[in-house]
Nanobody, 124 residues
Framework: QVQLVESGGGLVQAGGSLRLSCAASGRTFSTYAMGWFRQAPGKEREFVAHISSRGRSTYYADSVKGRFTISRDNAKNTAYLQMNSLKPEDTAVYYC?????????????????WGQGTQVTVSS
């Protein structure tokens, strides 16, 4: 099992940047693929980005491609989401998720472990 704790959210003006972190417990972090999802009020949770267990492959939602970068440091048991050129429509609670045997990277139900979320608010 793995426990996940997100941090780094906050209030930022449009065009600004934030870096979210997802700290994982346990000694097997490097065996888990990681994903970031977000959920705005009244909307379903949506996929943002994914990174493979060793960090060799990444995948992004079209809405964030070119603005967000997912990365990980397996030595620190931490995954990151660098968010640049933020827009008001990026406002949401952001969640990190982990899974060992991921088949479909962009589906929330495919991930077994979730953090509690961190709020990101982008003002116009």
């Amino acid at each position: 099992q793995v426990q996940l704790v997100e941090s780094g959210g906050g209030l930022v003006q449009a065009g600004g940047s934030l870096r979210l972190s997802c700290a994982a417990s346990g000694r097997t972090f490097s065996t888990y693929a990681m994903g970031w999802f977000r959920q705005a009020p009244g909307k379903e949770r949506e996929f943002v980005a994914h990174i493979s267990s060793r960090g060799r492959s990444t995948y992004y939602a079209d809405s964030v491609k070119g603005r967000f970068t997912i990365s990980r440091d397996n030595a620190k048991n931490t995954a990151y989401l660098q968010m640049n050129s933020l827009k008001p429509e990026d406002t949401a609670v952001y969640y990190c998720a982990a899974d060992k045997n991921l088949v479909v990277v962009a589906i929330a139900a495919a991930y077994d472990y979730w953090g509690q979320g961190t709020q990101v608010t982008v003002s116009s």
